[in-house]
Every structure is written in structure tokens, then in C-alpha cells.
């Protein structure tokens, strides 16, 4: 006969166990780490692009990637965050499969930060294709 008392000891020592070894996420690691990633509003087979910030905290890295069928189109990247206003953009400019060296974020947890990705025909053309999303900063 088991006692609730040795089922409370055991689901105890499991708890701790499971926590000791990392296979349990506490509530400050579940969130981090996960990519906010945003598309173009073209398809696929027209030659999208997507932009992507990996939501880490201090140090995330965000880039910009140029995918799909070729197009003669260049992705354009933008992250921006708030309170503080401030706006990087990077190209994704060597052909369709590549992505743009990636830029390094360091944000505060809590922070709203903005993923934008666009075509532009060359380096001076004009945005076309917008879509932006949002995230708060793990």
C-alpha cells in the first residue's frame, strides 16, 4: 500500500528531478528564443522575402532574406522598437535564396519591436509589397 505522503515525496522528487536536468521550462525561458518572422505580401512562386528578428532578448539577432522564385526584387528589412524610436534596415540584395548579414538587437525585456519586410526593384527603387508585425520583447 502506497501513503499519499510517499506519492507527495515522489511527485516531489520527480519535480526536481525534471527541473535539475532542464527538461522543465520555467516561466523566464518558455518565451525566449522564439523568431518573429514577417513575409512580403508577394507568393512564393512570385518571389517573396521575409524579415526575421529571433525574439532572445539581449543580443537577438534580425535579418533579412530574399526566397522564392527569382525575381530581379531585393528584400528590404526593417525592425524598429518603442519607447525609444529607432530604425535599422538592412537588404537582402545578392538573389533570391540569400539573406542579409544579420544585425544584432539589444532590447530590453517588455520592449514593442516592429518587423517590416518589402521588395524594392534595385538599391534606390521604392518599397512595395509591405507587411509588418509586432512583438514584445522576451
Do not use: Q
Request: with cysteine.
Amino acid at each position: 500500500m502506497i501513503r499519499k505522503s510517499s506519492r507527495w515525496f515522489g511527485a516531489t522528487l520527480m519535480a526536481l528531478v525534471l527541473t535539475a536536468t532542464g527538461l522543465v521550462a520555467t516561466p523566464s525561458t518558455a518565451l525566449a528564443g522564439y523568431p518573429v518572422v514577417v513575409y512580403s505580401a508577394d507568393p512564393y512562386s512570385a518571389g517573396n522575402g521575409f524579415a526575421i528578428y529571433t525574439n532572445s532578448g539581449i543580443d537577438a539577432s534580425f535579418s533579412a532574406c530574399d526566397e522564392g522564385a527569382p525575381d530581379g526584387r531585393r528584400t528590404i528589412g526593417r525592425i524598429w522598437w518603442e519607447p525609444v524610436y529607432a530604425k535599422v534596415t538592412l537588404h537582402a540584395a545578392n538573389g533570391s535564396g540569400t539573406c542579409s548579414e544579420p544585425y544584432y538587437v539589444r532590447l530590453l525585456p517588455g520592449t514593442r519591436v516592429y518587423v517590416e519586410a518589402c521588395e524594392r526593384k534595385g538599391a534606390g527603387g521604392s518599397d512595395e509589397k509591405c507587411r509588418t508585425t509586432w512583438d514584445i520583447v522576451a
